[in-house]
Antibody, heavy 118, light 108 residues
């Protein structure tokens, strides 16, 4: 059974940093691209970033380029999102999401809350 | 403002059929497969349809998908109370994934 367990969410001040992690199990982690998708309170889904199975290619939504950095450690089946220069509008539930293949999100974690507020 | 356009809400009675539209452009729906996701209240989204019309294991055949040009449609027949949820379309656009704004389905 595929499991995705997020951690690292917290309350942080504007301009601050946070690192989200996702530990995966139940599949061959290195064979699949992984993503973060977020959902602001009461709002819709918003793709944040994706990374290829090897980690050699990363993709970012325009609104996080230069602020967020996505990486993976295939030896530990772990996905990490480093978030810097956080803004109030980054407040959301962040989901760790596995790709069936690029753009098809077949397994989602339960989400981790990031709150950016002073 | 989402890249893909969905109606904010649809409703129908139990047992009836409903369709949810998803409108995009040549750079997204027009040139990439479409997926649909269902999000029950308080839960994470779940893949419902992928590659325009394919159902992953566990998706009942009451759910169907189609794509034509730059639009896609999700169809649900035999509506059940448990189908009340938000439904999102999604696809790829240039170098990013995009979603519709979501449609809240109410089963009256």
């Amino acid at each position: 059974e595929v499991q995705l367990l997020e951690s690292g969410g917290d309350l942080v001040q504007p301009g601050g940093s946070l690192r989200l992690s996702c530990v995966a199990s139940g599949f061959t982690f290195s064979s699949y691209a992984m993503n973060w998708v977020r959902q602001a309170p009461g709002k819709g889904l918003e793709w944040v970033s994706g990374i290829s199975g090897s980690g050699g290619h990363t993709f970012y939504a325009d609104f996080v380029k230069g602020r967020f950095s996505l990486s993976r450690d295939n030896s530990k089946s772990t996905l990490s999102l480093q978030m810097n220069s956080l803004r109030a509008e980054d407040t959301a539930l962040y989901y760790c999401v596995k790709d069936l293949r690029f753009g098809v999100f077949d397994h989602w974690g339960q989400g981790i809350l990031v709150t950016v507020s002073s | 403002q989402s890249v893909l356009t969905q109606p904010p809400s649809v409703s129908a009675a139990p047992g009836q059929k409903v369709t949810i539209s998803c409108s995009g452009s040549s750079s997204n729906i027009g040139s990439n497969y479409v997926s649909w996701y269902r999000q029950l209240p308080g839960a994470a989204p779940k893949l419902l349809i992928y590659d325009n019309d394919k159902r992953p294991p566990g998706t009942p055949d009451r759910f169907s998908g189609s794509r034509s040009g730059t639009s896609a449609t999700l169809g649900i027949t035999g509506l059940q109370i448990g189908d009340e949820a938000h439904y999102y379309c999604g696809t790829w656009d240039t170098l990013s994934a995009v979603f519709g704004g979501g449609t809240k389905l109410t089963v009256l």
